[in-house]
């Protein structure tokens, strides 16, 4: 395959001729969009629609993606996108829309983020969301940003904020960029906050924990309810993270557990495609004393049009340009409205039932982190294959020649050699069948042949590479100067 770049290819000269003809009649941008924000020199390479095409078809069959293969990610969630969610969000009144438009242009746009808004405050229980998180993480900071200023404007200077030993590690990073001393909780014999070590830990200090439930274990906190009470009794808030709410649809809510802030990742839960950090959405909802501290601006409504409010009391402030990735809230708006409420609920059933099937099938091969009911996601300890010289990232790489990527390796910390074996709800028992054949068969290979496993994978395009040195001194090969 040829190895060059997109910008190294192509001559001065070429260009291709397919162009879209739009639905509507074509407006010049500089009627509704001002001159000094446009841009006409763009560095784009010349090449042929072919050169363009075959270039793209290439680099795609060397990907590993969700549309190819089972992803069985635990805790980030790599369900099917849906491929109506693409074609809706690729209408021309949508993608023709800039965000420099006046307000009266947008009136489409912007009921549709208020509907979208409705819909998750009654899924939810919460009050009011933004949607200007452009990730999870991104939705994290400002949850506990407004928790900080919710704190502040009330003169209670609180200074740390308390994060299980199986959280997410974007929580203690979230807790410690805003300023926060982090205070780690421990886990009991069950996998859950150890409640005695939690009233032990809380007090007047303390401005929130943050949970994920079911945590990242995939096990329920059965105790929440006696957290929150903890908690609220010393003032402080709890933060929920939105990342394993997928089993959670129709069932319960935050509110109902006491949560005061949460987030969602629209990648995880509504099919939206995964934002790698950027490109996504982490929609962040609050009760209603927090509604004052939300970013500016929200989506509102008066006399039958939508406008964007800025006028909010004790707003954190802008976090982002504009209003959030649109496209990817049209997205997340179109899978709603085509599951409804009894299909949201058959989501959570499916999940949980996917789960549990793989649990059941394996816990005789591999080790379970702990021996419950397990909600959305299983983990399994690689430590009687640990003991015969296969790690659990040999296993991983292994299951890379079965067409299979590896679920999450080594997470949660608190379980030694852990595989964390999400399936979702998308994913067809034949699926899951084959999975879980492959992981037998894998464990019988270790017993036969161990060196296999060590120097797997055989037949991806990119064997073994050094991961730290690929992290740390990446290979940016392609520089544009002007």
């Known amino acids: 395959m040829d190895k060059k770049l997109i910008f190294e290819k192509g001559s001065e000269g070429r260009k291709n001729s397919y162009v879209k003809k739009p639905s509507f009649d074509i407006v010049e941008p500089n009627q509704i969009i001002p001159e000094k924000?446009?841009?006409?020199?763009?560095?784009?390479?010349?090449l042929g629609e072919f050169e363009v095409v075959r270039h793209y078809t290439n680099l795609a069959n060397l990907n590993f993606s969700l549309d190819a293969n089972f992803y069985p990610l635990g805790s980030c969630t790599m369900k099917y996108n849906p491929k109506v969610n693409e074609e809706l969000a690729s209408l021309d009144g949508f993608i023709k829309l800039h965000p420099y438009q006046r307000e009266d242009t947008i009136?489409?746009?912007l009921e549709l983020i208020y509907s979208l808004e409705d819909i998750l405050c009654e899924i939810t229980g919460m009050k009011k969301f933004t949607f200007q998180a452009s990730s999870g993480a991104q939705g994290e900071f400002i949850g506990m940003a407004i928790i900080k200023k919710y704190h502040d404007s009330k003169g209670s200077r609180r200074s740390k904020v308390i994060v299980p030993d199986s959280s997410h590690g974007t929580n203690p990073a979230t807790a410690a960029l805003c300023g926060y001393d982090v205070v780690v909780v421990d886990s009991n014999d069950k996998g859950l906050v150890d409640l005695d070590k939690l009233a032990k830990l809380v007090d007047d200090d303390t401005a929130a924990i943050m949970l994920t439930n079911p945590n990242t274990l995939g096990l329920f906190e059965e105790n929440i309810c006696q957290i929150s009470?903890?908690?609220?009794?010393?003032?402080g808030l709890l933060y929920y993270d939105g990342a394993n709410f997928n089993p959670l649809l129709g069932i319960t809510n935050p509110v109902l557990m006491g949560f005061?802030?949460?987030h969602l990742n629209f990648h995880?839960?509504?099919s939206t495609p995964h934002g790698c950090g950027g490109p996504g959405a982490g929609a962040v909802g609050v009760v209603p004393e927090l509604v004052d501290f939300l970013p500016i601006p929200v989506v509102a409504k008066k006399n039958n049009k939508?406008?964007?409010?800025y006028k909010i009391k004790h707003t954190i402030g802008r976090v982002r340009s504009f209003y959030g990735n649109f496209s990817v809230l049209i997205k997340a708006y179109v899978y709603l409205l085509m599951l409804g409420k009894e299909g949201l609920l058959r989501v959570a059933q499916n999940s949980v039932i996917n789960a549990n099937y793989i649990k059941e099938k394996l816990k005789g091969h591999y080790s379970l982190a702990y021996n419950s009911r397990c909600m959305h996601e299983v983990v399994f300890s690689c430590d009687k294959q640990k003991e015969k010289g296969v790690s659990a990232l040999d296993i991983s790489k292994r299951l890379l020649d079965y067409k299979i990527h590896p679920p999450t390796m080594y997470f949660p910390l608190i379980v030694k050699e852990a595989l964390m074996v999400e399936p979702t709800e998308t994913e067809s028992k034949d699926t899951l069948d084959y999975f879980i054949k492959v992981m037998i068969e894998?464990?019988?290979?270790?017993?036969q042949n161990p060196d296999k496993l060590k120097n797997s994978p055989h037949t991806m395009p990119v064997k073994r590479v050094n991961e730290?040195?690929?992290a740390r001194f990446p290979n940016l090969k392609y520089t544009y100067e002007k």
């Open 306 to 309: 939508f406008y964007f409010d």
């Open 268 to 270: 995880k839960t509504f």
């Open 229 to 235: 009470e903890l908690i609220h009794k010393k003032g």
């Open 107 to 109: 009136q489409g746009a």
């Open 442 to 447: 894998i464990d019988k290979e270790i017993n």
């Open 260 to 262: 005061d802030v949460m």
């Open 468 to 470: 730290v040195a690929a």
């Open 37 to 46: 924000f446009l841009r006409q020199d763009l560095p784009l390479p010349s």
